[in-house]
């Protein structure tokens, strides 16, 4: 069972930035799409950016130009940098990983992202 474990979240200020990283338990060497979803107070999850192992990426629209996706598949990682964050960005971000021909998601334990003055 792969185990996801993510890092970075906080506080932060309107107008800075934050980068999250997530870090599979063990190599992934089958096709896969991991992401970063999220989800705020009463609301559902959404997705925020998810990338393939062949490199595509999705991002919604409310982050587009701000947020950027990447991966390291030799290491099975992936981060999302977080630039320009507003106060409705805040949210609990989740880490995804899809393999290709599965519906079956596997998810981080997520980690918090709180933008405030």
């Known amino acids: 069972q792969v185990q996801l474990v993510e890092s970075g979240g906080g506080l932060v200020q309107p107008g800075g930035s934050l980068r999250l990283s997530c870090a599979a338990s063990e190599r992934i060497l089958s096709i896969n799409t991991m992401g970063w979803y999220r989800q705020a107070p009463g609301k559902q999850r959404d997705l925020v950016a998810s990338i393939t192992s062949g490199g595509n990426t999705n991002y919604a629209d409310s982050v587009k130009g701000r947020f950027t996706i990447s991966r390291d598949n030799a290491k099975s990682t992936v981060s999302l940098q977080m630039n320009s964050l507003k106060p409705e960005d805040t949210a609990v971000y989740y880490c995804?990983?899809?393999?290709?021909?599965?519906?079956?998601?596997?998810w981080g334990q997520g980690t918090q992202v709180t933008v405030s003055s």
């Open positions: 995804n990983l899809k393999f290709f021909g599965s519906n079956y998601d596997y």
